[in-house]
């Protein structure tokens, strides 16, 4: 695991986020499908307003292949997210964007992480990102990969266990939670 400069960060730089086990409880074999499933995890309100300070953009991108799968719909989905904002922002945190892939892991779809697809969406509609100017906060290898295949810093947030030993050289950072990396980058 490298450690990174945190003192490095300023508004210049873009933190993309995982959504489920790092925004929120992460439902074992199930989906986040409704709002009154989706639990923030300790912490994260609190955090998301440091980050909003540090980070001059925000950016969720998820893996939703419930949809694919046919347990929830898009709009399900949005509604999900736009209270998930608004309790964000009530806390005086922000999310500026959301990106979201619905497709089965099986589909191998260019927007399905770790695919970098997300990444590239979110730079075609804010230009001013630069992923050698960007973070990754997730917590799986996925999240990883796709950061380090995007050029990003990485940090493995070991809310469901620990990273696999195999996969620790792709991540820059490991924290407990988002709560912990957000302490990191105050201190």
Known sequence: MKIFDNSAIDRSWTLFLDRDGVINRRLPGDYVKRW?????????????????????????????????????????LR?????????????????????????????????????????L??????????????????????????GRTAGMKTVFAKTDGALPEEHKALADLEVNSLFYFAKWLAD
């Open 79 to 119: 509604l999900v997210h736009e209270k998930m904002q608004a309790r964000v922002s009530e806390h005086g945190g922000r999310i500026d964007r959301i990106y979201f892939s619905p497709h089965a892991a099986a589909e191998n779809h260019p927007t399905r992480k770790p695919a970098i697809g997300m990444a």
């Open 121 to 146: 969406q979110a730079k075609s509609d804010l230009p001013a990102i630069d992923f050698s100017k960007s973070v990754i906060v997730g917590d799986s290898v996925s999240d990883m990969q796709f």
């Open 36 to 76: 009154d499933e989706f639990e923030f995890l300790p912490g994260v309100l609190d955090a998301m307003p440091v980050l909003a300070h540090i980070f001059g953009t925000i950016v969720i991108v998820t893996n939703q292949q419930g949809i694919a799968k046919g347990l929830y719909t898009e709009d399900d």
